[in-house]
């Protein structure tokens, strides 16, 4: 079956980089998501990768794929008040799209000044 | 581990009629779930936040006539597409956050295409 699994709180000190980490069971995954969600708002997709990449990157982001162990990282250059939000990892077995999307349990940044 | 269902996972119906799609959570007990949409290439956009017992909360823009929330007990709530058109397209996925707290489980999703 599907399974997504990441920690469930990760605290960092402003200026630092965070790193959120996420494994995957199902070796079919096509597609895997970095989704964000600040509260009282809906999910906001960050960023995604496809399953033949090994790395993404987008200004702060970096998004690190080691299909192998099946483990994805997001890692946030200079972490910022205004990250502090839930990350959810979600991955898809279906090609593009968001169709039968897994998601993590999330993963709630927390920032120290 | 926390486990929501959600139920069908997909739907074609004709214009006009009415769908329903369930989100169970199965080992939990679950006050509040999440109804979202998504358009193709975009993010997850939050409908509404269903509460056990009394009137779902719905964002702005949605309609709350057409999108009818029922949250009747501690592991169902059901979201009803009411008179489907084409622009109901969508998926619409679930999610609840069970009592220890222990983050979100999210339902598989339903694909609805209204023809």
């Known amino acids: 079956g599907e399974d997504v699994e990441q920690s469930l709180f990760l605290s960092v000190r402003e200026g630092d980089s965070s790193v959120i980490n996420c494994t995957y069971t199902?070796?079919?995954?096509?597609?895997l998501y970095w989704y964000k969600q600040e509260p009282g708002a809906g999910l906001q997709l960050l960023t995604y990768?496809?399953?033949?990449?090994d790395m993404k990157q987008d200004q702060r982001l970096t998004v690190l794929l080691n299909k192998k162990d099946k483990h994805l990282s997001l890692r946030i250059a200079d972490t910022q008040t205004g990250d502090s939000a839930i990350y959810f990892c979600?991955?898809?077995?279906?090609?593009?799209?968001?169709?039968?999307?897994?998601f993590g349990k999330g993963t709630h940044l927390i920032i120290q000044p | 581990g926390a486990v929501v269902s959600q139920h069908p996972s997909w739907v074609i119906c004709k214009s006009g009629t009415s769908v329903k799609i369930e989100c169970r959570s199965l080992d939990f007990q679950a006050t509040t779930m999440f109804w979202y949409r998504q358009f193709p290439k975009q993010s997850l956009m939050l409908m509404a936040t269903?509460?056990?017992?009394?009137?779902?909360?719905?964002e702005q823009g949605v309609e709350k006539d057409k999108f009818l929330i029922n949250h009747a007990s501690l592991t169902l709530s059901t979201l009803t597409v009411t008179s489907a058109h084409p622009e109901d397209s969508s998926f619409y996925i679930c999610s609840a956050r069970d009592f220890g707290g222990r983050g979100y489980t999210f339902g598989s999703g339903t694909r609805l295409t209204v023809v």
């Open positions: 990768i496809f399953s033949n990449m």
């Open positions: 199902d070796s079919s995954s096509t597609y």
């Open positions: 979600a991955e898809s077995i279906s090609g593009g799209g968001a169709d039968g999307l897994t």
């Open positions: 269903s509460n056990e017992g009394s009137k779902a909360t719905y």
